[in-house]
């Protein structure tokens, strides 16, 4: 009984899903609401221990919270040099690589890209890029073509929205 119950909800739900996705262009508002109710909640971090307290007192604020992350961050991590990488070091096999950065190439590869991914550091959803990727295309193509051959990449490529994910061991220590 609990059975047929879970699957006739179940339809039921996807048959609303999708009344809401057929009226998408016509009630935006619909969707995004129903999507918002759908998101969790993120999680907090828990207070972190102060470093050299030997785990005897925390961090009082969120600002704290996030300065002792962010130096754990920066101890891990590499500091990007901004210097183009040396195209002259790649080996005589790999200098016949070509990448071919065609419209028809960046179309193909924008409409594979899933739709349910959260946007990056430049706020765009996958819906959009989709949308417009007639006309982005051989914009697109330019500029990735003119990245590979200057080997220089935008500054704004070079930036990420970093989040706090607890691994395993205390919750308490910077590091996990």
Same mark, same amino acid.
């Given at each position: 009984? *609990?059975?047929? &119950? ?7 739900? %996807? #048959?609303? !899903? ?17 999507? @918002? ?18 785990? %005897? /007192?925390?961090? $009082? ?21 901004? /210097?183009?990488?040396?195209? $002259? ?14 419209? !028809?190439?960046? =179309? !193909?590869?924008?409409?594979?890209? +899933? ?7 430049? /706020? ?5 890029? +989709?949308? &417009?990727? $007639?006309? =982005?295309?051989?914009? =697109?193509?330019?500029?990735?073509? @003119? ?7 935008? @500054? *704004?490529?070079?930036?990420?929205? #970093?989040?706090?994910?607890? %691994? ?7 590091? @996990?």
């Amino acid at each position: 009984m *609990s059975n047929q &119950l879970r699957l006739i909800t179940r339809k039921r739900i %996807k #048959i609303h !899903e999708k009344f809401i996705r057929n009226q998408v262009k016509e009630n935006p508002k619909r969707y995004w609401q129903y999507v @918002n109710n759908k998101r969790q909640a993120k999680s907090t971090v828990s207070n972190l221990y102060k470093a050299g307290t030997n785990k %005897k /007192e925390f961090y $009082e604020s969120d600002i704290e919270n996030a300065t002792a992350l962010g130096k754990q961050f920066y101890s891990v991590f590499t500091i990007d040099t901004n /210097e183009p990488c040396d195209v $002259e070091q790649i080996s005589d096999a790999d200098s016949k690589l070509s990448i071919d950065f065609s419209k !028809e190439v960046i =179309l !193909e590869k924008i409409n594979f890209l +899933k739709e349910n991914i959260s946007p990056g550091t430049d /706020e765009v959803s996958v819906r959009i890029l +989709k949308e &417009l990727a $007639e006309e =982005l295309a051989p914009c =697109l193509s330019i500029i990735f073509q @003119n990245s590979y051959n200057t080997s220089k990449i935008p @500054n *704004s490529w070079k930036d990420a929205n #970093i989040s706090a994910i607890f %691994k395993k061991g205390d919750r308490h220590e910077a590091e @996990n």
